[in-house]
């Protein structure tokens, strides 16, 4: 069909409509390309010895054995890398403690060098012509370290006298972090009618992607130039990232991303397997490949959570709220990532105040180091630890003041009429009615019929237990994003984002928001964001940013190639630029029926630009990067129902609503994925994850033999709603929605699971709530 007269399907694509994502067929027919798919002419293979101990001195590395062995190309160490020029991993944080000297960042080789500090720690690095060459060799590597007494809790870690970590970090602290007005707070505690105290346990996680990562490195002789086949949340940052470790300018550093199967924090920045796989493809002059194991990854991908924090909230005699105070201690593991403590210092600050109306605020944290796993991001990275923290505080006020806690949050809530809202946090709520929020999630959950559940189920010996877990999270922090749009000989459009699809389904969405603004069939418009080589500037995927950051990218892009088009079209219809309109994807002659479609143009320009006057513009091809986007501010309420075997422990969620304001829905379809999938991820954190250290810091979850994920049987049907307040911070009105579904299941599940305990006078209980720990807590209850 003629490109004038193809048909744009304007309704079925437009923003707002549910349209499956594009990708999927490729994807459930096997047909994917994720990293351990690829493979280069010539690679070598490399596998990593790691420490078997949590802390030690590294007296020495006899690899001997290993360099002996045939088809094995090299084994290389902490001193090679040094050597080489190689730098430390970065910690690209800058946070200050509370006396405002800096925080400590103890340098992180990639190769443990002088110490080891956790099991699994990267020692050395054996590369051989295949991956069972590679690993029988790396298994005759010998370390010889003198172990070392370990800490594996930030208590034990920062009390007198500790083993220490690093000389950098005295006492083990990496920050001692604080916000807020410490005597306004204190002033405010002092008149308070009521104070409610409660210490929560954030529970550490695995993280586990479907993907474990994997990497293929190579170096070009010819222009000295790195390149990364690398599973990412962003190819750019990463690439930034890696030049500096490696001490070359960005340029000598190419980053590719493929298929990504899942990464939710984890794939953001650097590892330090992938330093010396950079090494040796210079070092060999040819690629090497290395892809982690579940075992490895378990003990060397990143960890998450792993928090205990005091909440004691302040109220007055009508309760309303008038100051809240968080203290406590952040387990950061054996080193700083790239974001540093960013989860427990100022996400904490940013979102712990959640939807309600908060004069005062003040946050100190301990963040400390110990001999486990590092800590990083996951899904939400201080969102939801902060949210869940809030409502068990609301929940446990209204217990010990006799208040129906609905009420108390209705009491406290931020109004729209107060909107924009300067929060205690220092961040503006620019939208939200929490309120009408919250009525929406009762009425769907139908919160007043709950009476009669909760009897049928005790009539079959069961406890039953409701939960609300209100949440607001402020996304991303500002940044730029790219938003390119290119227009193909074979007639596509492709845009090219510095965000990264590792799961979400970009494609789809990002083609409606093109689509809808320019009048491009869906169906022709592609997605890039693989090639560092191609992104100007990308923000990576993370903190719930893409919709709003991409989408505002495209469209500032779409405006531009309007305005180029407005150009080209009047020399075309032979009119004043001036005089042409855009719309539904033509450019028309105002008052005049002539016009000329946008693939029409391109068209033109590509296969008889010399028609052309010389003064028109011979491209319609944007390379744009839009200004700093502002944080959205998603909110929504969670109602949990779940009962309670209380002869063993067990639970099953047998209700779940989520009623969401993510403001403008692009694609709703996939927006409840998103929602459901955090959901999930919550509930298993809630109720199963459990990882355990012992006292000499063996990790002894490191499989799932050990470490529970939740199934789809743990899992009930949801009901979702929403309830928008656009958000008025960019043209879209989008806000993310990727991390809700953390926020609002924690505290909405352990709500629950605490209100049906309540019958034995159990007002908390920590995560994860195990069967064993459940019926642990009910026989203590009872003074068994």
Same mark, same amino acid.
């Given at each position: ?8 399907? $304007? $309704? ?18 096997? $047909? ?50 040094? &050597? ?50 590679? =690993? ?89 130039r790195y390149t990364l086949r690398v599973c990412s949340q962003g190819v750019h940052r990463m690439q930034n990232l890696l030049a ?36 040796? &493809?210079?070092?060999l002059g040819r690629p090497v490949k290395w892809t982690d194991e579940r075992s490895g990854s378990f003990l060397s991908d990143h ?38 403590? +960013? ?20 946050? =100190? ?107 607001? $999270? ?16 074979d007639g596509t459009v492709t845009i090219i984002s510095g965000t990264l699809d590792y799961g979400q389904g970009h494609a789809t ?35 719930? =940013? ?30 004043? &630029? ?104 919550? +509930? ?97 209850? =009872?003074?068994?």
């Amino acid at each position: 069909m003629d490109v004038a007269t193809e048909a744009w399907d $304007e $309704e079925r694509f437009a923003v707002g409509q549910p349209v499956p994502r594009h990708e999927d067929p490729v994807l459930l027919r096997g $047909e994917g390309r994720y990293t351990d798919d690829l493979n280069l002419p010539g690679q070598a293979y490399m596998v990593v010895v790691r420490s078997p101990h949590a802390h030690g001195i590294l007296r020495g590395i006899d690899a001997d054995e290993a360099r002996a062995m045939p088809g094995v190309l090299g084994v290389y160490t902490g001193a090679d890398l040094a &050597a080489a020029g190689i730098l430390p991993l970065a910690c690209v944080a800058s946070l200050t403690n509370a006396d405002g000297s800096p925080m400590n960042k103890p340098p992180r080789p990639a190769l443990a060098m002088d110490k080891v500090r956790f099991v699994g720690e990267p020692v050395a690095a054996v590369v051989a012509e295949t991956v069972a060459l590679a =690993r029988h060799a790396a298994d005759t590597v010998v370390l010889d370290i003198e172990p070392l007494p370990a800490v594996t809790t930030p208590e034990s870690a920062a009390a007198p006298g500790a083993p220490l970590l690093y000389e950098e970090a005295p006492g083990n602290l990496a920050v001692e972090f604080h916000y807020g007005d410490a005597g306004k707070v204190a002033a405010a505690f002092a008149r308070a009618a009521h104070v409610t105290r409660l210490t929560a346990v954030n529970n550490r996680v695995v993280i586990c992607p479907m993907e474990p990562r994997a990497a293929i490195a190579s170096f070009d002789e010819g222009d000295g130039r790195y390149t990364l086949r690398v599973c990412s949340q962003g190819v750019h940052r990463m690439q930034n990232l890696l030049a500096a470790s490696l001490g070359v300018d960005r340029k000598k550093v190419r980053v590719l991303t493929f298929n990504v199967g899942g990464s939710f924090g984890l794939k953001g920045a650097p590892f330090p397997e992938y330093l010396p796989a950079l090494h040796a &493809a210079r070092a060999l002059g040819r690629p090497v490949k290395w892809t982690d194991e579940r075992s490895g990854s378990f003990l060397s991908d990143h960890h998450g959570r792993d928090t205990q924090m005091t909440g004691e909230l302040a109220l007055d005699s009508h309760g309303r709220i008038l100051a809240l105070r968080v203290t406590g201690f952040a387990n950061l593991g054996a080193a700083l990532l790239a974001n540093g403590p +960013i989860m427990s210092t100022n996400n904490v600050v940013k979102n712990v105040v959640s939807v309600y109306g908060t004069p005062l605020l003040e946050v =100190r944290t301990h963040n400390v180091l110990t001999n486990t796993t590092p800590i990083g991001a996951y899904r939400g990275a201080g969102r939801p630890e902060s949210n869940y923290l809030m409502e068990r505080l609301i929940e446990t006020a209204a217990a010990e003041t006799g208040r129906d806690a609905i009420a108390l949050r209705r009491l406290n809530h931020v109004r729209p009429d107060e909107m924009p809202y300067q929060a205690a946090s220092g961040q503006t709520y620019d939208s939200g009615n929490f309120t009408a929020v919250l009525d929406r999630a009762l009425k769907l959950a139908d919160w007043d019929g709950f009476a009669a559940r909760r009897e049928e189920s005790r009539a079959r010996g069961r406890l039953r237990g409701r939960g609300v877990g209100q949440y607001l $999270e402020g996304t991303a922090p500002p940044g730029k994003e790219m938003g390119g749009i290119r227009f193909e000989t074979d007639g596509t459009v492709t845009i090219i984002s510095g965000t990264l699809d590792y799961g979400q389904g970009h494609a789809t969405p990002f083609a409606q928001v093109l689509s809808a603004r320019l009048g491009i069939p869906f169906d022709r418009i592609r997605l890039r964001q693989c090639d560092s080589d191609e992104i100007v500037f990308g923000g990576g995927t993370g903190g719930s =940013r893409s919709i709003t950051a991409s989408g505002t990218a495209i469209l500032q892009a779409s405006e531009l190639v309007i305005e180029r088009g407005k150009r080209i079209a009047s020399a075309v219809l032979e009119a004043a &630029a001036e005089d042409i309109e855009f719309a539904r994807g033509r450019f028309t002659i105002a008052g005049t029926d002539r016009s000329v479609g946008l693939l029409e143009l391109a068209a033109l320009l590509r296969d008889n630009a010399g028609a052309l006057p010389d003064t028109a513009p011979r491209a319609l091809d944007v390379t744009h990067v839009a200004d700093p986007i502002t944080s959205t501010w998603p909110n929504g309420c969670h109602v949990a129902e779940l009962e309670v075997d209380p002869d063993t422990g067990s639970v099953r969620i047998v209700r779940y609503t989520a009623v969401n304001d993510f403001g403008v829905l692009v694609n709703p379809l996939l927006v409840e994925g998103q929602v459901h999938g955090g959901v999930a991820q919550g +509930i298993g954190q809630a109720l199963l994850e459990a990882t355990v250290y012992d006292r000499d810091g063996q990790f002894l979850t490191g499989s799932y033999m050990d470490y529970a994920l939740p199934r789809a049987d743990h899992l009930p049907n949801f009901a979702t709603g929403s309830e928008p307040s656009p958000a008025t911070t960019n043209p879209l009105g989008t806000k993310g929605c990727g991390e809700a579904g953390c926020a609002g299941s924690l505290p909405a599940v352990m709500n629950a699971l605490v209100d049906a305990l309540s019958e034995f006078g159990v007002r908390h209980i920590d995560m994860p709530a195990t069967p064993e720990r459940i019926w642990r807590t009910i026989r203590e209850a =009872r003074g068994v």
